[in-house]
């Protein structure tokens, strides 16, 4: 059975820090990139956070540059994404993906708040 599990939302203030970490299990195939999408809003598209290879090559969006840090252990299948300088927009359900060469695996979701 795969499951892809995030955990360490919460509420945080501004310029606080969270960390949140995945595990992905089950998964037979090759897990190739694995990372974060975030929802702000319900019925707002999920977008891209960060995305790590299993190489290590790093991808982030513009707006989490120099203040989110992904990782990842391939070995143990998990992600994890330190989020630093939060801001208000961070606020949203972020959502922890794998993606194999045949299916992507998605987490249930964690709901980060940052307040002022």
């Known amino acids: 059975q795969v499951q892809v599990v995030e955990s360490g939302g919460g509420w945080v203030q501004t310029r606080g820090s969270l960390r949140l970490s995945c595990a992905a299990s089950?998964?037979?195939?090759?897990?190739?990139?694995m990372g974060w999408y975030r929802q702000q809003a319900p019925g707002k598209q999920r977008e891209l956070v960060a995305r790590i290879t299993s190489g290590g090559r790093v991808n982030y969006k513009e707006f989490v540059k120099g203040r989110f840090i992904i990782s990842r252990d391939n070995a143990k299948n998990t992600v994890s994404l330190q989020m630093n300088s939060l801001e208000v927009e961070d606020t949203a359900v972020y959502y922890c993906?794998?993606?194999?060469?045949?299916?992507?695996?998605w987490g249930q979701g964690t709901q980060v708040t940052v307040s002022s």
């Open positions: 089950g998964i037979i195939a090759r897990i190739n990139d």
């Open positions: 993906y794998a993606s194999t060469i045949g299916a992507d695996y």
